[in-house]
Nanobody, 127 residues
Framework: QVQLQESGPGLVKPSQTLSLTCTVSGGSITTTNYYWSWIRQPPGKGLEYIGYITYSGSPYISPALKSRPSIPRDTSKNQFTLQLRTVTPEATALYYC???????????????????RGQGTQVTVSS
């Protein structure tokens, strides 16, 4: 059974860097055709796709993001990370990591196509 678990600070000050880690168990992040994704839901809004890192280590960031986060990975720990620099209160949201097979959720912009998702972690950006 694949499980994803987000971890990171719940409160970040404006202009600081937000770093969230997703730890994957029950499967390898290097297995072919998996796209390890970050999505978020701001309060009162719909899901927003942030980006992913592929099984081969190639990152992709949604062009809709005004900021340019990075999504590195650590294959020795079977983890991938979301790094969002110079955050503003607009980054306040419930953040999820998720697994997408064959990029189905991204291609169809259908979050039900993520086959596994973490429980989510609330991040608040406030001074």
């Amino acid at each position: 059974q694949v499980q994803l678990q987000e971890s990171g600070p719940g409160l970040v000050k404006p202009s600081q860097t937000l770093s969230l880690t997703c730890t994957v168990s029950g499967g390898s992040i290097t297995t072919t055709n998996y796209y390890w994704s970050w999505i978020r839901q701001p309060p009162g809004k719909g899901l927003e796709y942030i980006g992913y890192i592929t099984y081969s280590g190639s990152p992709y960031i949604s062009p809709a993001l005004k900021s340019r986060p990075s999504i590195p990975r650590d294959t020795s720990k079977n983890q991938f990370t979301l790094q969002l620099r110079t955050v503003t209160p607009e980054a306040t949201a419930l953040y999820y990591c998720a697994r997408d097979t064959d990029r189905a959720a991204w291609a169809n912009h259908d979050p039900s196509r993520f086959d596994y998702r973490g429980q989510g972690t609330q991040v608040t950006v406030s001074s």
